[in-house]
Every structure is written in structure tokens, then in C-alpha cells.
């Protein structure tokens, strides 16, 4: 039964009502319901059946971000969380998620999705995480700062071996090798972006391997990683310090650059984890201390989480403006998803549920201490 009177509907209806959200209402985050299907699907699935019942087109609202942010605001998503997420969870702790064979999914799902609709959305740098807003007026001036302020807190110099974990599109160690003069290797497992980075870094001291972190053995005087410790999971957080202890001297320095959760967690979203980013898990202060433990000395812990809402909006005009442009296998329900995405990740940020962290780590601590720019 799911018409007026379904108490499943009214169920729904009371809920949305604890948020500020009214169905059919006439603010912009008032949703407009058009398959009475959706409450029961919401109310069985959670968020995933929140997400795909919008990727069909079964509800709409002017305002997703702010939609969806409103539900974070009043947890409803851990109230009304589904199987699926309970099924996550049980999975996420008996089983590594992010074995070689696994990790490279992601690869394949979400970063080789073709490298038109990353041109599009990213801006003039192909770097797909937060910008740092601090005296930035556009996304492109923003992307240009983070690379900026993590060249400087790694304390770059000519002649420097720089590592990049997760190197994406190469950015990152362009910029290093033209502004600094260092060398650069850089891993990933995108198939799509080791092509594109190659191509951007010809002609300087850089190498783009298609490779598993987990297989680097070879001495660096930096080691970075921006964006790519998402994808490492719980069981990897202390294999992952230890690659990185090996490769740096005592007087070596990494500049880890990630997304967090304020909780510790052994699954994703049920939603992010079919559609967007497979296998992933964000890390929480906790897991990330204790795979530190023994291994770094935890020079400086700098969150501007804030300013990801503001690199998810340029995201989001981007993209927009360039639907008509891409490729038809960029159909109406992609397009959906994509919208759901971005909006439901300006929402998480803005909430303040995730935070985004760079941490500098050094194996002996610096001598007289170390002074992280801002």
C-alpha cells in the first residue's frame, strides 16, 4: 500500500519533517515525488535507495546540496540506514576490501570513466581534490594554491626525488619539476590517467608507473599523496606507513592530503560504494594515529574541509555547463548520478561530516622543529 494514506508514506512524510523538508512543498529543498514507490524504497535501502530512486527520476528538488544537506543535519541517514549498509559493515570487518586486485577497481569504475568529462569538470588543472580557497576568487587560482602550499610545507629544492602516491593526471608533479626543480615518480592504477600524465610531463625528470604502492621499494627524498588514501582501507592504513618509511630517509619528509571522517568506520556510504568510488573508506584521526604510531612523528595536522563545498560547487558549474558537449554515453541517468555525487559530497562537507586533512609527517621528527606554511 503506498498511496495517501500508506503508513509507510506518512512514515516517510514525518521524517523528511524533522529535517524542515516538506513533500511537494514550495521551498527548494521541498522534494516533488513522482513514483510512490520512492518511500518504501528510501525506507528499505536508505541512502541507496534515496540515490537511485533520484538517478531514475522518481523525485526532484531545485536544491539537491541543500536537500540532502538538511538530512545529514538531522542524521536521518543513519536512522534510516538499509541492508545494504549493514551488510557493508560486516563485510569491511572481516574482509581487506583493498587487496591488489581490488584496489584497482576504482581504477577501472571511476577514474578511467574517460578523461572529456574530468577535462571538463576539474578546470585548467586536471586535479580531482580540494582546492585551498584561502586568498583564491575561482577554482583554477584554488587548485594552483594547493599545489603551491604542498611544494612548500614538503620544502622542495632542485635536485629533490619527489614520490607521488596516487599521482592522478600528473599535476602535481609538473608543477614540483617546473617550479623546484626536483625529479619525479608518480603511481597510479588508472590506466586513463598514467596515458594522460605521461603526455603532460613530457619532457621533464618525471616517470608515471601504472603500480600498486604497495610495490615501491626505492629511496625518495619527498614522498606526497594527495587524494589517494581514500582508497587504502583500514587494513592498509600500517602497510601503507610502512611503504612510505621505506622509502624516506631519517631526514625525509611526506605530505599526506586527505579526506576524513570525524568517526571511525570500516565500509562507505552503500551509494558511493556502487556508483562512484568502490572499495573505498575514509579514515578517521584515530585509525590514521595509530597506523602513524611507531612509524612518524606527526609534524602538522591542517583541516580546511570548508573550502571542498566551494571546489564542489565549481565541480558542479563546470560540468553543467559542459553536458551538452560530452559524449552520448554521458546519458540522462549518469547525469544524475553525477548531479547526486557532487551534491551529496557538498552536503557531507558542509555539514561538517568530512573534513579534508593534510598531515606532515617526518620519520625522526625535525630537528628544531618544523614550521608549516599556511
Avoid at 298 to 327: C, K, M
Wanted: proline content about 4%.
Amino acid at each position: 500500500m503506498t498511496g495517501t494514506h500508506s503508513p509507510i508514506k506518512r512514515r516517510v512524510e514525518g521524517l523528511l519533517a524533522e529535517a524542515g523538508v516538506r513533500v511537494d512543498g514550495e521551498g527548494p529543498c521541498d522534494p516533488r515525488i513522482h513514483d510512490e514507490r520512492f518511500h518504501a524504497r528510501v525506507l528499505a535501502q536508505g541512502s541507496l535507495g534515496l540515490g537511485e530512486s533520484y538517478m531514475d527520476g522518481w523525485w526532484d528538488v531545485a536544491s539537491l546540496d541543500g536537500f540532502l544537506a538538511r538530512l545529514m543535519q538531522a542524521r536521518l541517514d543513519q536512522r534510516v540506514s538499509g541492508w545494504q549498509a549493514a551488510l557493508d559493515r560486516l563485510r569491511g570487518r572481516w574482509f581487506n576490501l583493498q587487496t591488489r586486485r581490488r584496489s584497482r577497481e576504482v581504477g577501472r569504475r571511476h577514474y578511467d570513466l574517460g578523461n572529456d568529462l574530468y577535462r571538463a569538470m576539474l578546470g585548467r588543472r586536471l586535479v580531482y581534490s580540494c582546492g585551498y580557497w584561502r586568498d583564491a576568487a575561482d577554482l583554477d587560482a584554488a587548485q594552483e594554491a594547493k599545489l603551491d602550499l604542498a611544494c612548500r610545507k614538503l620544502g622542495l629544492a632542485p635536485g629533490m626525488r619527489v614520490l607521488d602516491i596516487g599521482c592522478g593526471w600528473g599535476e602535481l608533479l609538473r608543477f614540483a619539476a617546473r617550479r623546484h626543480g626536483v625529479e619525479g615518480v608518480g603511481i597510479t592504477i588508472s590506466q586513463e590517467q598514467a596515458t594522460f600524465a605521461r603526455e603532460l610531463c613530457d619532457g621533464l625528470p618525471v616517470e608515471i608507473r601504472l603500480q600498486d604502492y604497495r610495490d615501491v621499494d626505492e629511496r625518495f627524498d619527498r614522498v606526497v599523496s594527495i587524494g589517494m588514501f581514500e582508497h587504502v582501507g583500514h587494513a592498509n592504513y600500517a602497510t601503507f606507513m610502512d611503504v612510505v618509511r621505506r622509502c624516506l630517509p631519517d631526514d625525509g619528509l611526506c605530505l599526506l592530503h586527505t579526506i576524513g571522517s570525524n568517526l571511525s568506520h570500516r565500509a562507505t556510504d552503500p551509494w558511493i560504494a556502487r556508483y562512484i568510488f568502490p572499495n573505498s573508506m575514509l579514515p578517521s584521526p584515530a585509525q590514521i594515529a595509530t597506523a602513524v604510531e611507531g612509524r612518524f612523528v606527526i609534524e602538522d595536522w591542517h583541516n580546511f574541509g570548508t573550502d571542498y563545498d566551494l571546489t564542489l560547487q565549481a565541480w558542479r558549474r563546470n560540468v553543467e555547463q559542459a553536458w551538452d558537449s560530452l559524449p552520448p554515453r554521458y546519458d540522462e541517468r549518469f547525469r544524475r548520478m553525477w548531479r547526486f555525487y557532487l551534491a551529496g559530497s557538498m552536503a557531507t562537507f558542509r555539514t561538517r561530516r568530512a573534513q579534508l586533512w593534510q598531515l606532515v609527517l617526518s620519520p625522526q621528527g625535525v630537528a628544531g622543529g618544523y614550521v608549516a606554511p599556511r
